[in-house]
């Protein structure tokens, strides 16, 4: 991977009760992701309903200290976010199932959002590094991700497959007819 000079520097920090507010201003913003909430592939059934329905269940993960990913900052300002958190905290994605792998350790690495501002700034390779480190610090031994062709008609907020590989991830499989399954091993 070579290096890289963002044209803005962001700050990364788990989201969390304290970091609710924020969360929430990020994702009401327009252009914001606020009728998804990010629930694709969590909950139940009954939690993806309605905006509202996410929106409380998504809540009701952080209040119960679920890990559900990071918010990058540009100062004070929430302006990013990605979803990094134990694969056992979502639906099944359709990724690689190792049975000598320890299912706790498996982080996947499943949706971005950048707010419109600070696209084409170098937002996503540091929402892609903080994401691995994130998860590095949290024990986790495989960072698996689910990212499609750049010119898939769908999907484009799990990220793009070269996006991946020039980190290192490498491709293991697919899942469904779109998504690449990729994995970046940390240990």
Known sequence: MDTFKPLVK????????????DFEKL???QGGPKNCWRMVWRGKPEDRETKV????????????????????????????????????????LGGLY???????????LVCFYVAREFRGHGVMKQLLQAAIEHARQRGAAVVE???????SPSYHFMGFVPQF??????????AGSRRHVMRFMLH
């Open 27 to 29: 994702f009401e913003r």
């Open 98 to 108: 190792e049975t000598n792998e320890n299912p706790d350790h498996v982080w996947s």
């Open 53 to 92: 329905t996410k929106k409380s269940a998504i809540r009701s993960m952080v209040q119960e200290h679920v890990p559900i990913g990071i918010l990058g900052y540009a100062g004070d300002e929430p302006v990013a976010w990605c979803s990094i958190a134990p694969r056992s905290t979502y639906r099944d």
């Open 10 to 21: 962001l700050d990364f920090i788990e989201v969390d009760q304290g970091r609710w507010l």
């Open 165 to 174: 590989k020039e980190f290192g991830f490498v491709e293991v499989g697919t």
């Open 145 to 151: 991700a689910y990212p499609v062709a750049p010119d």
